[in-house]
């Protein structure tokens, strides 16, 4: 994919007004010119930003289209991919970072953007007052085994599940015990040819965890 089909892509998928548009390349010049302040993401993906971090990010959303609720992004870092959600659609968004300088620019992003419906988390996950999420997404939070476990207390029944693990999408989830495995499948990245997404639903009972 290129950036001019990174960017075709999404206005197929989504549709963006005029509004969304402004944002989205709003939210990537603050993207580039922070990176200059604090290591958000690799310099050598700037060129293929569209790519690389915006379109990589909304094909999440489009593995969820027609969901609602609280989506809740794990280790939400520049805001990939929770960011990039909030601005194509109105979904309640619950940003969770611990690194303060990472959230002063998560806050300063949804400031200028006008983003209401998003929330930033200060905090290490363990810190987060439980809440029901619809949607869980992390892109680059922690191994899948303690991903998982780490934020099964926000699960329900219907929670949707999206989780890019790369290359090693298949091989962290055999290592998961059973019953965890049964919850996901693997969608390939539209993005990324050697890139999978872990795709799931459903609650991690307590009883699960550590049970292979």
């Known amino acids: 994919m290129t950036e001019d089909g990174a ?11 005029a509004d969304q548009w402004a944002r989205l390349e709003r939210f990537a010049r603050m993207l580039i010119a922070e990176n200059a302040q604090q290591n958000l993401i690799a310099a050598s993906t700037i060129p293929t930003i ?5 379109a990589d990010s909304a094909q999440l959303l489009a593995l969820d289209m027609g969901g609602e609720g609280l989506w809740v992004d794990l ?5 990939l991919p929770g960011l990039v959600v909030a601005i194509l659609s109105d979904r309640p968004m619950l940003l969770v970072e611990s690194r303060k300088r990472r959230c002063d620019f998560l806050r300063a992003v949804v400031a200028e953007l006008d983003l209401s419906h998003v ?27 303690k991903l998982i476990d780490l934020s099964a207390r926000f699960s329900t029944e219907s ?10 999408a298949v091989k962290e ?19 990324d040819a050697e890139s999978q997404i872990l795709v799931g639903r ?10 292979r």
């Open 75 to 79: 280790g939400s870092g520049p805001g």
């Open 119 to 145: 929330e930033v988390a200060e905090a290490p996950l363990e810190r987060v007052e439980t809440r029901a999420a619809a949607t869980i997404s992390a892109r680059a939070f922690a191994p899948l085994d």
């Open 173 to 191: 989830l055999a290592l998961l015990p059973e019953p965890w495995q049964r919850m996901f499948h693997v969608e390939q990245s539209r993005t």
């Open 7 to 17: 960017r075709a892509w999404i206005g197929d998928a989504f549709s963006p007004t």
């Open 50 to 54: 569209w790519v690389r971090h915006i």
């Open 159 to 168: 929670t949707h599940w999206l989780l890019p693990k790369g290359r090693n």
């Open 202 to 211: 459903g609650k991690i009972a307590a009883k699960q965890r550590g049970k």
